[in-house]
Every structure is written in structure tokens, then in C-alpha cells.
């Protein structure tokens, strides 16, 4: 008889569903690998999955353990725990919920980055004057709160609409930075209430894409904007995805870095235990 899971599908960063990030929760992981828990993700299309194994939460994407506030909101909003710690393969982070779930603890790096406005525009392909106005207050910057991100403001949505970034040179601008992912964001927004609109490319080889909203894209938007913006951005509500058609809205505090977010269920159901591939051996 074949063993199975429940797994969970959730929407993260929404209430509604069809809208948010997706999210594959992993119910009663504490016997899987790495390379299980990313063959559901695959299955399942969430690239991104949780494990819940106790109070310790295993996030799992195409590159192995990472951290992902994500799937910490998701798998709370599947399996809600008391306000407290859930371990992670980097350490504790903190929950507590209100009319969010908000994940505490991670550590804030910031720093500018000095990069020609004509190189970043061609690889961004925009005009250099989208960079050139809001770039005499606000620098181009480095920032992380778990994923090193190259954060790139711009003047309009429509400039933040229009981008066709190429590839190969956001590729070698995220190499050169040593960042994770570009993000490219500005203050003019779709809903009055937010603070940015956000827009975020993974630059790996062979997986360029846009990325549907992230809390940690957006925590690292939101404390470059409290170290160098002229705003309060002690709260930053980042809107992203809405390009994808699936629109997700993250809130961060930058003080005490936090991420916050509401999440909906999607999917539930069963799966088979994949087989293990980090047991298999290819012998030459």
C-alpha cells in the first residue's frame, strides 16, 4: 500500500484565492529529505514547500533548505500553533498573529550599491531616466533580511509596467552584487494603502522568472527604505504579483524586521511519499 500525506496548498500573501503565492504545505514531514520534500514542490507547482515536523518548520525550494516567510504563513494558517518560536534550518524565528500572521527574527543587512544607471536601465530595459529621478534621493541597494536582493527604485508603475529585463545582464548585475534577486519597485501604486509596488526576477541560470509576491523580496525593499528613504517607513506594505495576475500584498516592520501577511487555503489532500533520490548512487 502506497504511504501517504495530507498536503495543503495555500495562498500567501492574499485573502482570496487564485491570488498570492502558492504554497505547498507538507503535513507530518519529520521523515523526509530534502530531496522529497522538493520532488513534491515540483509535483505540486509551488516551487516553494513547507514541512511541518513538531514545532520546526523545513523550507524547501529548488536550491535545498532556505528560509521562507512564506511558508511559515502558510503552514500557520494550516496547523495555527501559539504565539512563540518554530525552528528553522537557520535557527528560530518568532511568530505571533493578530489580524496577520507576522514571522519575527531575521537579521537586516543594508547596503548602497554603486552601478551605472545606463547599465541597469539596458539590463532592465528601460529608459535611463526611469532610475535617474527618484535616484537623486534613493539609492540603488543591496539588502537582506535571508535573500540578498538587488532593490532598483523607479519613477512610475507604467516604467515598473514596462520592463523587459534581459536575462543574461540582470544575471551578471545579481552576480556582481552578490544577490539572489533583482527587484524593481516604485512609490506609484495600485491601492492607496501601499507603500511600494514591487516587481522581482530570479536571476538563476536556466529559471529566469518573475516571482509572485515574497516576504523576503519585500523585507529587503522595506529596510533599504528605512536606512536611505526620506519616508516613515517603520511599516512598508509591499503590493507584487499583480503581473502574474495573481496579486499578493505583503506588510513589513523595519524596526524589529518582520513580515507579515494573511494566507488562504487553496487545495487539500493526499500525496504519495515520493521516492527518496538522495539515496541513489550512480556508480561509473
Given at each position: 500500500m502506497t504511504d501517504t500525506r495530507t498536503i495543503t496548498v495555500v495562498d500567501v500573501f492574499t485573502n482570496d484565492t487564485f491570488a498570492g503565492t502558492p504554497t505547498g504545505i507538507v503535513h507530518d514531514a519529520s521523515d523526509f529529505s530534502?530531496?522529497?520534500?522538493?520532488?513534491?514542490?515540483?509535483?505540486?507547482?509551488?516551487?516553494?514547500?513547507?514541512?511541518?515536523?513538531?514545532?520546526?518548520?523545513?523550507?524547501?525550494?529548488p536550491d535545498g533548505d532556505c528560509v521562507s516567510a512564506r511558508t511559515a504563513i502558510g503552514a500557520l494558517a494550516v496547523e495555527p500553533i501559539a504565539d512563540g518560536p518554530i525552528e528553522t534550518p537557520d535557527g528560530s524565528l518568532t511568530v505571533s498573529q493578530d489580524d496577520r500572521t507576522w514571522i519575527e527574527g531575521f537579521d537586516a543587512s543594508v547596503d548602497r550599491v554603486e552601478a551605472e544607471y545606463d547599465r541597469v536601465a539596458g539590463a532592465l530595459g528601460i529608459e535611463t531616466a526611469a532610475l535617474a529621478g527618484v535616484g537623486r534621493d534613493l539609492p540603488i541597494t543591496r539588502a537582506s533580511i535571508g535573500r540578498p536582493t538587488l532593490a532598483v527604485p523607479v519613477n512610475y508603475f507604467e516604467q515598473a509596467g514596462g520592463l523587459a529585463p534581459?536575462?543574461?545582464?540582470?544575471?551578471?548585475?545579481?552576480?556582481?552584487?552578490?544577490?539572489?534577486?533583482?527587484?524593481?519597485?516604485?512609490?506609484?501604486?495600485?491601492?492607496?494603502?501601499?507603500?511600494?509596488?514591487?516587481?522581482?526576477?530570479?536571476?538563476?541560470?536556466?529559471?529566469?522568472?518573475?516571482?509572485?509576491?515574497?516576504?523576503?523580496v519585500a523585507g529587503a525593499v522595506g529596510v533599504g527604505l528605512r536606512r536611505f528613504?526620506?519616508?516613515?517607513?517603520?511599516?512598508?506594505?509591499?503590493?507584487?504579483?499583480?503581473?502574474?495576475?495573481?496579486?499578493?500584498?505583503?506588510?513589513?516592520?523595519?524596526?524589529?524586521?518582520?513580515?507579515?501577511?494573511?494566507?488562504?487555503?487553496?487545495?487539500t489532500g493526499e500525496i504519495g511519499v515520493p521516492r527518496d533520490e538522495s539515496d541513489d548512487l550512480i556508480e561509473l
Open positions: 530534502t530531496a522529497q520534500l522538493r520532488a513534491i514542490g515540483t509535483e505540486l507547482g509551488t516551487r516553494v514547500v513547507g514541512g511541518i515536523d513538531g514545532d520546526r518548520l523545513r523550507s524547501v525550494g534581459d536575462p543574461t545582464a540582470v544575471r551578471a548585475l545579481c552576480e556582481e552584487a552578490s544577490a539572489d534577486a533583482l527587484a524593481v519597485y516604485t512609490f506609484d501604486t495600485l491601492d492607496p494603502d501601499s507603500t511600494v509596488h514591487c516587481r522581482s526576477f530570479d536571476p538563476r541560470a536556466g529559471e529566469f522568472r518573475e516571482e509572485h509576491a515574497s516576504g523576503l528613504g526620506e519616508i516613515d517607513a517603520a511599516t512598508v506594505r509591499c503590493e507584487q504579483g499583480d503581473y502574474l495576475d495573481r496579486p499578493g500584498r505583503v506588510v513589513v516592520k523595519t524596526d524589529d524586521v518582520a513580515v507579515g501577511g494573511r494566507a488562504v487555503t487553496a487545495v
